[in-house]
């Protein structure tokens, strides 16, 4: 009878989901704190020139890889840094324009308003 191998605690080698969604992020690498919501969509826009300045040296180094196990290194790791970018971008594109939703009521209509005075853009 073969021994089985006893999984690790947590995700397991090669397990990338941490990557595309951010969840596991170090809290001590996690400084912001925000005010106003211009503070808060000035941080989201450094993150995200931050984000594309990666993609980009990430892909000029991958044009130098001389073997397969490197261009899919480089292609996971491009598509792993776009997974975050469409999210901050959606996230951004949602603090400045905030879904209308009439089928919702007048009390979430009102407290959509109230969030709109208190953080305005």
């Not at 000035?42 to 073997?67: C, R």
Request: charged share 25%; net charge positive; glycine share 6%.
């Amino acid at each position: 009878m073969p021994e089985e191998t006893k999984k690790l605690k947590g995700g397991q080698p090669g397990n990338h989901n941490a990557l595309k969604h951010g969840r596991y992020m170090s809290r001590k690498h996690i400084h912001f704190s925000h005010t106003t919501a211009d503070e808060q969509l000035d941080t989201l826009d450094q993150l995200i020139i931050a984000v594309k300045k990666t993609m980009e040296y990430t892909y000029k180094v991958g044009l130098k890889a001389d073997t397969t196990q490197e261009i899919n290194k480089t292609l996971n790791s491009l598509s792993l840094a776009s997974y975050g970018l469409c999210r901050m971008l959606h996230i951004r594109d949602r603090l400045l324009n905030p879904p209308q939703c009439p089928d919702l009521g007048d009390e979430y209509n009102e407290l959509i308003e109230l969030i709109k005075k208190s953080y305005p853009v």
